[in-house]
């Protein structure tokens, strides 16, 4: 008789998990909180107009290619190769950089700023491509048993790169570049991280080679969005059940053993194994009631960006936009020191533009464009106002249109803004921290919360705040590394 592994949470890493144990013979049974599966990976459909909610690319895909060949499945989505990556645009420049993966292409952007550029970075990718390949298999691509293990797992790293694990991405930038433009077009991947260049280790400098080398970035033909309605067909092929409108809020437990959950209708879910997709930090506070991780000692954890994000459907065609793009000011430092602390918003924010549409004209109305802007902002233990989010959002909005010399305000016809409360609230994020915990040193590889329970044997968990981290490829391998712990569960 099959194992039944019940799921909490049907974001991209309790689907893939639940796809892995499936196909393995489990009888899998899935919980949502919200009215469909996703998470932050969703989408929202709104006056004719169709909207990424979250994530609008992704790198690694050989990731989902693996998952696809471990589950013996054709992959459920088709991935689009993104080149040119995205565009930047500096406040006040008429330039618009287009970052393309051929290096002597963009070379030709950067001679009249940074002397030598195509030789700076190919030195800098190549030391991107040292850290990946000294570290991914070894501290990323793998379970940690206790501390000691991830301690000692770091000593088989090859020891050139222990002085990047204390030092800063920015750091580490500056010693090939001299241009501010040039180390903040670079330093931009370590927002995708939810933290800043200067705050983010400088390991992580290997996303740079993962975006120009190794494998690049992808979108999905017909949104993100596909990727999970993908995952999800391919469940119910398999006869996985879904729950949605069903959030865990509370547990019973008998002689330190786990007997069942409760959901918001106080109905009781009871199964051999439990998997949590949602945030491994904040459930283990807020339903197993866990003092090392109540609100308080949350709080003194750092945590990523608070999410403000704009949907916009426009009633005309944006011509002077690619797919990605970037909009930066004139004060990066200073910003980035200020910014996911700031109690109000004083200037206009740093922001991302993707059109969903120019790849995906479905998404729109004919001859109208979809538009999805995201500003990283301070999380609500800092901001917790957004009465302001209109004036906010109406500055982004006069900003964006000076920048592509088109008055957008006045053609907007549908709009939707999301603040770190409506992030928080949605998908249960502690204080609307869009990705859960951040990438410090305190807080990688073993540091991180488990992906197994302390205290219950047969509770595991997977998703941003567990290892292996927070973006779509983490998820997806994080899936793999607690497929790994399930199987080795004994019998209870």
């Known amino acids: 008789m099959s194992k039944k592994v019940l799921i909490v949470g049907a974001g991209i890493g309790g689907l893939a998990t639940a796809l892995r144990l499936v196909k393995r013979g489990y009888d899998v049974e899935i919980l949502e909180k919200n009215s469909q599966a996703g998470g932050r990976l969703n989408q929202l459909k709104k006056d004719g107009f169709t909207f990424d909610t979250g994530p609008s690319f992704f790198s690694m895909s050989y990731e989902f290619k693996e998952i696809a060949d471990d589950c013996n499945v054709a992959l459920p989505f088709e991935t689009i190769e993104l080149d040119p990556l995205y565009t930047v645009n500096f406040s006040g420049d008429e330039r618009t950089f287009v970052l393309y993966k051929n290096i002597e292409k963009l070379a030709e952007q950067f001679k009249d700023i940074e002397k030598d550029f195509e030789h700076k970075m190919r030195k800098y990718l190549q030391e991107g491509k040292r850290i990946f390949d000294g570290t991914v298999d070894i501290v990323v691509r793998r379970n940690f048993n206790s501390l000691l293990d991830y301690l000692l797992t770091l000593m088989k790293a090859p020891p050139r790169h222990l002085p990047k694990l204390f030092r800063n991405f920015w750091q580490q930038v500056s010693k090939y570049f001299s241009s501010d433009e040039i180390k903040q077009i670079i330093s931009l991947v370590a927002f995708f991280l939810g933290r800043t260049p200067f705050n983010t280790p400088a390991v992580y ?117 690619s797919h990605h793009n970037y909009y930066l000011g004139k004060n990066f430092r200073d910003y980035a020191d200020k910014i996911f602390t700031a109690s109000s918003i004083e200037d206009v924010p740093y922001y991302y533009v993707n059109v969903l549409s120019h790849t995906n004209p479905e998404c729109a109305p004919k001859g109208s464009e979809s538009l999805f802007f995201v500003c990283p902002v301070a999380d609500l233990r800092y901001k917790s106002d957004w009465s302001d989010k209109e004036i906010i959002v109406s500055k982004i909005i006069e900003d964006f249109s000076k920048r592509i010399k088109m008055d957008i305000k006045k053609h907007i016809i549908s709009q939707t803004i999301l603040t770190p409360i409506d992030w928080g609230n949605e998908y249960n994020l502690h204080r609307g921290s869009g990705l859960g915990l951040s990438h410090n040193l305190s807080q990688i590889g073993g540091f991180r919360p488990k992906n197994f329970d302390e205290k219950y044997k047969n509770v595991f968990y997977v998703g941003a705040s567990t290892i292996p981290g927070t973006g779509l490829p983490m998820a997806i391998i994080g899936s793999k590394l607690v497929t790994e712990r399930i199987e080795n569960v004994k019998a209870l």
């Open 205 to 321: 400098t290997l996303l740079s080679y993962t975006e120009f080398q190794h494998d690049g970035y992808y979108n999905v033909k017909g949104g993100m969005y596909k990727i999970v309605e993908g995952f999800v067909d391919l469940l119910i092929k398999n006869n996985v059940k879904f729950h949605y409108n069903t959030e865990i809020v509370a547990h019973k437990e008998t002689n330190g053993k786990l007997d069942y959950l409760i959901d918001n209708e106080n109905n009781k879910w009871s199964s051999e194994i439990y998997l949590i997709n949602s945030d491994a930090a904040l459930f283990r506070g807020k339903v197993f009631k866990r003092k090392e991780f109540c609100d308080e000692k949350l709080d003194k954890m750092i945590w990523t960006m608070g999410p403000l994000t704009i949907y916009l459907g426009v009633d005309t065609k944006v011509e002077n936009v």
